[in-house]
């Protein structure tokens, strides 16, 4: 299942049905820009990495690889394979956009150069360095400013403006991917968005993200929670829940609302917070809900 794309308006989403987790497809864009016009403009708003700048596999399950392809684009030769936790990949500096995605030329571990999806990369930050980058938190004080005030435009400059924003209901439900020019009236829209489904059920979770996501991030702005870096903070619940692991070499934060006492203890919430570095800065690039699953 590939993520859903909201592109300018958010339209009318497609209900998705039962699932587990959406995955990047490999060597693909997650969904196809609205239009031409919609897809040069983003192209035009990236940052294409040069050569210099290490980056890691990203948007891949464990036990699947990246395709290495020449010439790029899905109807190139596969010249490679690289697996989910590769690390120390170098670009060459060349890019070339197809369609709505940008693909980038790397240096295979054989020495030949071939080429990929940019989406599928990340910039490689080490652990203990993002957890001692003083503007983390900085940016997350002012990611959260920007939803406690409303303005989709400090929102938009805390968001990374290669991958926009990351957004799931639930670790296991698909990726909603928010592009920075849809972010400006993101909280002021009420267009229907299908988040994915409830586990069990399969009964479909719809609305804004005013109605369905922004009062829960509220309560997330009210509370006093407990924080972790590159740990994720979670309580009593019959499924384990995880940072997903196509996620695994992009750092993260994490906040938790214990569930209150006196009261039932699976009624907790988390937050997890993925920061992805462009040209060597930080920007918010994942946000995922997490609740007990019972």
């Given at each position: 299942?590939?993520?859903?794309l909201?592109?300018?308006?958010l339209?009318a989403?497609?209900?998705?049905?039962?699932c587990t987790?959406?995955?990047v497809?490999l060597?693909t864009t997650?969904?196809p820009l609205?239009?031409?016009?919609?897809?040069?403009?983003t192209q035009?708003e990236?940052?294409?990495?040069g050569?210099?700048?290490?980056?890691?596999?990203?948007?891949?399950?464990?036990?699947?690889?990246?395709?290495?392809r020449q010439?790029?684009?899905i109807s190139?030769?596969?010249?490679?394979?690289?697996?989910a936790?590769?690390?120390?990949?170098?670009?060459t500096?060349q890019a070339?956009?197809?369609?709505?995605?940008?693909?980038v030329e790397?240096?295979v571990?054989?020495?030949?150069?071939?080429?990929?999806n940019?989406?599928n990369?990340?910039?490689?930050?080490e652990?203990?360095?993002?957890?001692?980058d003083p503007r983390?938190?900085?940016?997350?004080?002012?990611?959260f400013?920007?939803?406690?005030?409303?303005s989709g435009?400090a929102?938009?400059?805390?968001?990374?403006p290669?991958?926009?924003?990351v957004l799931r209901?639930?670790w296991?439900?698909?990726?909603?991917?928010?592009?920075?020019?849809?972010?400006?009236d993101l909280?002021?829209?009420?267009?229907?968005?299908a988040?994915?489904?409830?586990?069990g059920s399969?009964?479909?979770?719809?609305g804004s993200f005013?109605?369905?996501i922004?009062p829960e991030?509220?309560?997330?702005?009210?509370?006093?929670?407990?924080?972790?870096?590159?740990?994720?903070?979670?309580a009593?619940?019959?499924?384990?829940a995880?940072?997903?692991?196509?996620?695994?070499?992009?750092?993260?934060l994490?906040y938790?609302i214990?569930a209150?006492?006196?009261?039932?203890?699976?009624n907790?919430r988390s937050?997890?917070i993925?920061?992805?570095?462009v040209?060597?800065v930080p920007?918010?690039a994942?946000l995922?809900r997490?609740?007990?699953?019972l």
């Open positions: 299942m590939r993520p859903v909201l592109v300018g308006v339209s989403a497609l209900l998705l049905g039962a987790r959406a995955l497809p060597g997650p969904i609205a239009s031409t016009a919609a897809a040069e403009a035009a990236l940052s294409i990495p050569s210099g700048i290490g980056f890691s596999v990203f948007g891949v399950p464990r036990d699947a690889h990246l395709i290495v010439p790029a684009g190139g030769t596969v010249v490679a394979e690289l697996p936790d590769m690390r120390y990949i170098d670009l500096g070339t956009p197809l369609g709505s995605s940008t693909w790397i240096t571990p054989s020495g030949n150069t071939g080429w990929v940019l989406w990369l990340t910039e490689d930050v652990p203990e360095a993002f957890c001692q983390v938190p900085a940016l997350v004080d002012t990611f400013a920007a939803l406690r005030d409303r435009e929102l938009a400059q805390t968001v990374s290669r991958r926009g924003l209901h639930d296991w439900n698909p990726e909603i991917v928010i592009p920075l020019s849809a972010l400006t909280m002021q829209r009420i267009d229907e968005v988040w994915g489904v409830q586990r399969g009964a479909p979770i719809l005013r109605d369905r922004l991030l509220d309560a997330l702005l009210a509370a006093a929670p407990q924080q972790a870096c590159n740990q994720l903070l979670s009593d619940t019959s499924i384990p995880e940072w997903p692991d196509e996620y695994a070499r992009m750092n993260f994490s938790h214990p209150p006492d006196p009261g039932t203890r699976f907790w937050w997890a993925g920061v992805e570095y040209d060597g920007f918010v994942i995922i997490y609740q007990a699953d």
